[in-house]
């Protein structure tokens, strides 16, 4: 045997690893002479330090200490098995100085991985339980604490033979998986003998199938791991099956217990039966047509997905057989079913929403770039092309990549990248959780742990730095790839790559693109090749970025619409010298816009009718001020010299303003609260500016230098209210008061030419939505006049008035115009709308009486009460009459009331004690779900409607809008029942007592 140098210098002892000089030192004076020819191989462990302890305790309690110290210096096989075992895992060290004789296994190098191995771990374990591995149905004789024990301890010695394969001899690691799943196996055989003893005689009454599923049943074991079961049952013949059913179910608990229970000789693992038919909800065993008919009408796609790994393990492997036979066309075809592409969306999206924050980035299985991701790309394209393709069907992770591969689906340059990440990953996993056989999947943040990882994984020189490196090159390839493998492939279908191997036919291309949720393939797939044929830098622009669009169109609720809208504002902007490169270069605008074009008309309307508005998506989208606008507004008027070039200037301005809020709220910068007052601010600047120019246009017609009276526009409802929504009109009222010495018809017709000078500009074809100017909320309706006098209006008041004119005050607000006349407005308006001594009963009943018939009359037909957002129960109409009630009533005592703004008005309340806390919570909180969700069905359907949208793919969106991850439509409408109904009982007791 070849000797290691001596060397026992501090200098030396560093050089090999070991940093606990003085323990170092302490340790090989213990081994004496042996200490010598051990040194060097204690430097090539993953922790020199911890490999000199572990063996210093083995000689401790060793029954033959010269024999094992004899063992190592002449064999250097063992010797290297022993101490990287030692120096990997202090919990197979601490199994070893229990059981000292078993550092004897690790004499044999012949640890080759075989079939027959399999078989050769099962007779094992049966035979440590005392149980005959010939037996049909192998039963344990041994008492009931000693097989329990039993089966630990040979399930340790077995797992510590591997270990030492893995460290020693550099075993792959999918035949470590391998290994460990028929370890598994075989345990599970074993344990199921031991549940046959507990069970008693009873326990021939059943046939009991164990079906493993996930990395056991994918032969992808890891060391530490729960194993996923599902248990079939059938009665044995002559048994009936109720006697059946007992006796299976007493079988499967106690197999359980058996490998999960804590005793002397510790546990092996947790199984974990929630994979079965309706989860932990559901009965632990099921008869075959019993599982037939749940997976036939009520399985989601994620269990489908599951199936991918089901094998028969342990039990009845004749019924096992059957089950695979059964289940096996049905996961095929899962591909097809409805709500596939919802499924498999929220599936992914809960497995990431529960990854804790503190751990994000240091999770080597769910984190982006992770585990998942290899796995989760490997088994969707299994299972949207392997229903015409049974050369995919490999349960096994790096297995189906390689049929992927074969088959064309994956290129081998990119196939062989992921398998390289993949593979990397799975072994630092190992190593992690060999340490102290813990089920863990974070990278390990201190440096003594990430050295000794670092230096199992062959960095010798610098573990942690080499570590770190090669863990995030891989993280970053898989995260690169994983849009690569599903979306790269589907341009070669439709545009010449020369450097891509994949290329999939037209229909494999549809195929995939169904499956990614596009629900119409074939238009896709032509909107793809007419942005990426050709050799134009454009077309080449256009292939690089087209894969991560697709895919984050993909994540959004209408993947047809984004693809086709982008097409559209690329076919307009394409020659543009800043379009692509602003989406090539900046990824956040890139990611925006298809977020933008994917789940709003409302905006990509507006990018359609002014493309340059993409550069917004790169900007701050927070509502600018009414005086930063209007000032914009003013300026691009005043550089035109037609009336109507100015506004159609100021009108851009407000196109591209409602662009910026609109993304803001889809991007989730903007809250409905935020929304509301900017698209109020933005409608005030846009009447200031408009009626500027108006002013301007009539004066130059009738030949006035100055103005014979002073205009004011007074903001009626939502907007008077500071609570617009994107397809409210601009209720308002105007008022005028001419200037000292105009005759009143004068400024009059002054004030009524302006007026419908400024609703027809506003209202004229142009690029952006017309503004609506709505002004039937004035005295008399659309019986009266336009425009009105303050004298007039005064004079109105006082005479006619009802009291539901005295309720719409309620929402006035002067915000545009003359300063003086608006101030002089307001203090017309303010006694009547907030009484002194509050309206009395009748004017009470009068209110309740108009609400009533509003409730009755006014709620469209077919139109259901429950979701119509504004005259539904718990809507919009319920909470703002309940608060206007009380302004009313209690304004002129309570001067926080005389606002209004609904959610001002209705903190006041609270504060003087007029509403209880909790109700006045539940009529905010329903008041900004449902302002929220309206807002948002507006933003998807690109027009305003007060009710929830029946197609599923709007409601999917109107849920995106407001927050609700891909497949939570139902939440969704859930939650809005549920926050309605509590804000209906509130105003049941306070609007109707």
């Known amino acids: 045997m070849n000797r290691p140098t001596s060397g026992s210098s501090r200098t030396a002892l560093l050089a090999l690893g070991f940093h606990d ?170 344990a199921l003998a031991v549940a046959r003893a507990r069970v008693g005689e009873a326990a021939a009454s059943a046939r009991l199938a164990v079906i493993a599923m996930g990395k056991c ?50 546990t092996i693992w947790p199984v974990d039966a929630g994979l079965r038919p309706e989860g932990k909800q559901g009965p632990l065993v099921r008869t075959l047509a019993s599982h037939q008919g749940y997976y036939e009408r009520w399985a989601k796609t994620w269990e489908f997905q599951a ?32 709500g596939f592409v919802e499924d498999v969306q929220a599936m992914r999206r809960r497995v990431v929403d529960h990854i804790p924050a503190d751990v994000a980035e240091r999770q080597l299985k769910l984190g982006s770039g992770g585990l998942r991701d290899v796995e ?24 189906a990549l390689h049929q992927l591969i074969e088959g064309g689906y994956v290129g081998r340059e990119d196939g062989r990248t992921m398998h390289d990440a993949y593979f990397f990953l799975r072994t630092l996993e190992h190593r992690i959780q060999l340490f102290e056989l813990r089920r863990t999947h974070v990278m390990p943040a201190d440096e003594a742990s990430l050295r000794r990882l670092g230096r199992s994984l062959g960095h010798a020189k610098d573990p942690v730095a080499g570590l770190e490196r090669q863990w995030r090159h891989h993280r970053r390839e898989v995260r690169r790839l994983h849009e690569k493998l599903f979306y790269r492939p589907l341009l070669g279908a439709v545009a010449r790559i020369s450097d891509d191997p994949v290329s999939l036919s037209h229909e494999q291309a549809e195929r995939r693109l169904a499956a990614l949720g596009y629900g119409d393939p074939k238009a896709a797939l032509r909107h793809l090749q007419a942005m ?128 910026r809020i609109a993304t803001g709220e889809l991007l989730g910068s903007n809250d409905v609260v935020g929304v509301g007052a900017g698209l109020s601010h933005l409608t005030d600047a846009t009447l200031e500016a408009t009626l500027e120019v108006a002013g301007r246009a009539v004066r130059a017609r009738l030949g006035l230098d100055v103005a014979p009276t002073r205009l004011a526009i007074i903001g009626m409802g939502r907007y008077g209210g500071f609570e617009l929504s994107y397809g409210s009109d601009a209720d308002v009222m105007f008022v005028h008061d001419p200037l000292p010495g105009v005759e009143a018809r004068t400024a009059a017709a002054y004030a009524q030419q302006t007026v419908n000078e400024l609703r027809r500009m506003l209202h004229m074809p142009a690029t952006d939505p017309p503004l609506e100017v709505d002004a039937d909320l004035r005295p008399e309706g659309k019986q009266g006049p336009l425009v009105r006098s303050l004298d007039a209006y ?6 006619w008035s009802a009291v539901w004119e005295f309720q719409a005050l309620l929402r006035a607000d002067a915000v545009v115009g003359d300063p003086g006349l608006r101030e002089r407005f307001t203090a017309l308006i303010d006694p009547l709308r907030f009484p002194a001594g509050g309206i009395d009963e009748a004017q009470v009943r009068e209110v309740r009486r108009i609400k009533a018939r509003v409730d009755a009359e006014r709620l469209p037909r077919g139109a259901d009460p429950h979701t119509h957002l504004k005259l539904g129960r718990g809507g919009l109409a319920d909470i703002e009459w309940t608060v206007q009630l009380l302004q009313m009533r209690h304004a002129g005592a309570v001067p ?92 049941d007791r306070i609007f109707w007592e």
């Open 794 to 799: 005064a004079s109105y008041y006082a005479r």
């Open 376 to 399: 989760f790309a490997v088994q969707l394209l299994q299972l949207v092309h392997g229903r015409t393709d049974e050369s995919i069907h490999a349960p096994t992770t790096l297995s």
């Open 21 to 190: 000089l003085d323990g170092a030192h302490a340790g090989l004076a213990v081994l004496g002479d042996a200490a010598e020819p051990l040194r060097a191989f204690l430097g090539r462990t993953a922790d020199p330090d911890l490999a000199l302890q572990g063996l210093v305790r083995l000689l401790e309690v060793v029954d033959d200490r010269a024999e094992l110290l004899r063992a190592l210096a002449e064999d250097e096989g063992t010797a290297m098995r022993l101490l990287r075992v030692l120096g990997a895992s202090t919990a197979l060290a601490d199994h070893l100085v229990r059981h000292p004789d078993h550092w004897r296994e690790l004499r044999d190098p012949s640890l080759g991985s075989t079939r027959a191995a399999a078989f050769a771990m099962r007779e094992s374990l049966l035979g440590a339980v005392g149980a005959d591995p010939d037996d049909a149905t192998p039963t344990s004789p041994l008492s009931d604490a000693e097989a329990v024990d039993a089966l630990r301890v040979e399930y340790r010695r077995i797992l510590l033979r591997l270990a030492a394969r893995d460290l020693a001899h550099d075993a792959r690691v999918d035949d470590v998986a391998a290994e460990l799943s028929d370890l598994a196996a075989g345990t599970l055989e074993a």
């Open 532 to 659: 990426t044929g050709g050799v134009s830098r454009t077309a080449a622009i256009q292939r690089a970025l087209l894969p991560v669009m697709l895919e984050w169109f993909a994540d959004a609720p209408d993947p047809d619409a984004g693809l086709w809208g982008f097409r559209r504002i690329s076919e307009a902007l394409g020659r543009t010298p800043w379009y692509l490169r602003l989406l090539r270069d900046e990824g956040e605008v890139a990611q925006r816009l298809a977020r933008v074009l994917a789940t709003s008309r409302y905006a990509t309307d507006l990018l359609e009718r002014e493309p340059n508005g993409v550069k917004l998506l790169a900007e701050d989208l927070t509502p600018r001020s009414a005086g930063a606008v209007l000032a914009e507004m003013t300026s691009s008027a005043g550089r035109q010299s037609a009336p109507d070039d100015a506004v159609r200037a100021i009108r851009a301005v407000r196109r591209r303003e409602l662009l």
């Open 217 to 266: 049943g994918g032969h992808e074991l890891n060391y530490v791991s729960d194993v996923d079961v599902v248990f079939v049952h059938a009665p044995a013949e002559g048994a009936s099956e109720n006697g059946a059913l007992r006796a299976a179910t007493q079988l499967a608990a106690q197999l359980i217990q058996v490998c999960s229970v804590h005793t002397g000789e510790g």
């Open 896 to 987: 926080g009331l005389r606002t209004p703004r609904t959610l001002e008005a209705l903190q006041a309340a609270l504060e003087a004690g007029l509403i209880e806390a909790d109700d006045a919570e539940a009529l905010r909180q329903a008041w900004c779900r449902v302002s929220a969700m309206r807002n948002a069905v507006t933003l998807v359907r690109g027009k305003q409607f007060d009710s929830l949208p029946r197609d599923p793919r709007e409601r999917a969106g109107v849920a995106s809008v407001i927050g609700y991850a891909p497949g939570q439509s139902d939440e969704m409408v859930n939650d809005y029942l549920r926050v309605t109904r509590r804000a209906r009982a509130v105003v």
């Open 307 to 338: 199936l991918l790994k089901a094998r028969p393990v342990a039990g009845d492997r004749e019924l096992g057989a059957e089950y695979l036979a059964m289940v096996n066309p049905m996961i095929w075809s899962a591909a097809a079913r409805e």
